[in-house]
């Protein structure tokens, strides 16, 4: 344990973000191929357990599925829009062994092309329908832009991708609400905050009607897309030819949505409520809740020191047997370089006791997300910790909500000014040419029409192009 | 639900496990690559229990790890040994997009030369000693062999890696064993008998000092490697130059070892408890553990009907609340029709519940395992359940390990007769000639001396080929 430089959060939010990942032992990026890395098993924890919440609530409607990794080239080209959007991202298998392959197979960049050859001989009749499965997978894009781990990358190691298909476009516009609800509850469990949008036309997925997307705002005025829903349509329906039998004996093609979420939720839970000392992990989903730390001076003698000793076993005991994720530091490193260490790990919840805690038959609680410290009786210990975490989960989110700040323009602001400072909200008309226009003149994107913000109406309703008649819709620059 | 003709898992294994694989739902082989399948919900919750064992086992004294699928095609070839074991199973990635990549990328078919190339870097000195971490990935060989659903595949979906580095060799033997006794556990937990053996010397793990594997006993009298253990000693260390500081200030090479179980065990759990009927799953991994059918005739008007259908929510909710995994069928199916299907998906315990039952105050157990029959007072539903299951759980066990047969060769038996019913045991030298030969004359294959097996031993210690002396070798046909 050796103290290291403190990290400027504020001033350099790239340098601080690539840092904290190799203090805190997220991720190795020294793997020496480009855009892949090593989950060290401190970050896979934190993975494991912000997946084990969306695994749970997925759980509830969905069942798991696992379709292979390899996609023939055949099968990823049926679908015209669909390779438009993904051949030049998708990674190709040609060689087994030292044979040529008879058909190249991609890796896969997304599961649409695995899925629904299959859905077509598991769906006969009405029956079968609803059909609601997710799995998590590792998929493949051939970045070529700048890569960046856990926000661009070349694999993606936990690709959560939801397919369903319904007898109806109305089931399947429920579906998608449904979804919407689901990534909400799991945001609001990381205290993540975001915003909602309807993608404009030109930046919808691939083979979509429509694309409905959760942004979140990044340290650095950016915004990144962490979740998108995409209506399919009959669209894929038709291109592998997905029927069923209805109850009136006619044969029809069933109506799909599919989405997804990626390892960028990590992303999120790190770069938004870190700070300077390092990560701050909202108690959900921290690998260690509370760290107890003995304070034993070697000077005060045996006794006590045993004795505080045998008080924090006491604690970590009662801890652990409330199902608390608790670890005890009793190694022989100095108080000081402990609390700099757990609190570069983001540990929400430091118990520090010492002699003088042990005359008082009480400890110390200091909080990671404020660095409040209070006394804390003995036999009241588990309850406390229950509660200061449930406050420190919602301090936080409280914190990050505050932060994501929508500026809406006026008149009286420049959109190029406001949105160095993060989204700004305008009107504008669905016509592709006002958006690249307002896009390139103020060097950000339209995220789209707005269906979900705190605060954000503009008081105009002129598109700030063209001045026909617009929707309120949120600009970003963005990852 | 349709009643289909009965399976005899005697007469022809290999379409029994075909057909079990289709009507359980655990995979589709449908998917139009050869070799990769679709693992359905059914078998992925299997899969998912059977692994959540392993899990917890390799948790105690392991970390879990991720390393990306991609492996440079350079760091691939530098242990020679190692990539002659392969070349000829590698799959290769040659363009991402429309480009072709600089170096090649393989698909990991194990990860030694994925991981330490970062263990050279992780490790500098003897605090950092030693590593045990492990993993749960897909990886992939290039099969040119029949492939078989769950045992030869192109994509092994589920392949638990533990790798491991030490200060010494004692070390890295010690924990070759403490790995075995995990192993055991494992299997045991899926009640899936085994023997153990070290490999013969040309039939180790490219790369590897030796090689100690558990091979399990199939119906048709093959045997399966369902788990392998490899002592690496010093030989990747110095191909990837992995050395750490000792206490006295020189620089040492490290010992490692490395040790996988694939998805086979899953394939172990369903050829070997199946029957005629269908899968039937040892209790600890049955996704479903009881089903509950109540009894009603339409014809007893509605009163009792509504009576079974309260007393069987009750005891779904007494189950499901004791933390067992029950499922209410209360579909209109006709009973029989449900006990059919039930069966088929290998539940361990049904319930049946009928007016009649409900006059007694009781229920009904039916045992998958031996169809077995009895009353059960409702009041103590739940303790009979958990007496029941465990029952069952061991009655599988023994069953299986009575299954396993092992020939002692003394003379009086053909090796080439005994070999057909199964495992078969006899002295060998360590000469690879008398290997060969052996393995010629009787159509199969040397597993290795025997490390554990239940009654095994052969009178005689003289190979069986050049009669000098030898050691007792386990001899099977193998998958």
Redesign the interface.
Known sequence: MQEESVLKKEDNFSVWYNEILKRAKIL?V????KG??????YG??LR?LIYGILRTLMDDEH??????????RD?LLKEKEHIKGF?????????????ELDV??A?RPTSET?MY??FK??IRSHRDLPIR?YQIV?TFR?E?KHTRPLIRL??I?SFKEAHTAHASREEAETQINKAIAIYRNFFDQLAVPYVITKRPDWDKFPGAEYTIAFDTLMPDGRTMQIATLHMLGENFAHTFDIRYEAEDGSSRFVNQTCYGISERCVAAVIAIHGDDRGLVLPPRVAPIQVVIVPIIFSSTGDTPSEKVKEACNAIYNELKGAGIRVFLDDSPDRPGAKYYYWEMKGVPLRIELGPRDLTNVSCTFVRRDNFAKRQVPLNTVVQSVNKTLDDIQHCLHARAMQKLKICAINGDTEPKDAIREGIIALPLCDNESCGKKLEESIGANVLGEVLYAAAHRARRNACAICAREGEDVLVARTY
């Open positions: 190795d020294r793997y020496p191929v892949v890395y090593v989950w060290y098993p896979l924890k494991n069942e798991e599925v696992l379709f292979p990794l390899l996609i023939r099968e051949e030049e991202e998708v990674f190709w298998v040609t060689h087994g062994g030292t044979t190249p197979l890796l695995a050859p299959i001989v598991w499965v590792n051939y070529t070349r694999e190691t």
